[in-house]
């Protein structure tokens, strides 16, 4: 049974960080690349972040600087961190994983709320 289990979400000040985490189970970890995408109240869901190798790394221009993608491929596990947050940068953050060949083997998780309040 394939899963993406996203953690790591939150309320925090302007300013703050935090760091979102997505473990994924029932398929072969090392063969997919992951995307970290977000989804604003009322707008379009954006790509964030995308991961390939742990030295492949995109990122949204907004980002750029503040968040880091990175994946430990022996914990099956793809985190984001996010610095220097703002209020434009609260969300739904979802991660995504895609086969590197195949692009129809593709999952989602749930999401995880992060919220970026004084």
């Known amino acids: 049974q394939v899963e993406l289990v996203e953690s790591g979400g939150g309320l925090v000040q302007p300013g703050g960080s935090l760091r979102l985490s997505c473990t994924a189970s029932?398929?072969?970890?090392?063969?997919?690349?992951f995307n970290w995408h977000r989804q604003a109240p009322g707008k379009e869901r954006e790509l964030v972040a995308s991961?390939?190798?742990?030295?492949?790394?995109n990122y949204v221009d907004s980002v750029k600087g503040r968040f880091t993608i990175s994946r430990d491929n022996a914990k099956n596990t793809v985190y984001l961190q996010m610095n220097s947050l703002k209020p434009e940068d609260t969300a739904v953050y979802y991660c995504?994983?895609?086969?590197?060949?195949?692009?129809?083997?593709?999952?989602w998780g749930q999401g995880t709320q992060v919220t970026v309040s004084s």
């Open positions: 991961i390939t190798s742990p030295t492949i790394t």
């Open positions: 029932g398929f072969t970890f090392i063969s997919y690349a």
């Open positions: 995504n994983a895609v086969h590197r060949i195949i692009s129809a083997f593709n999952y």
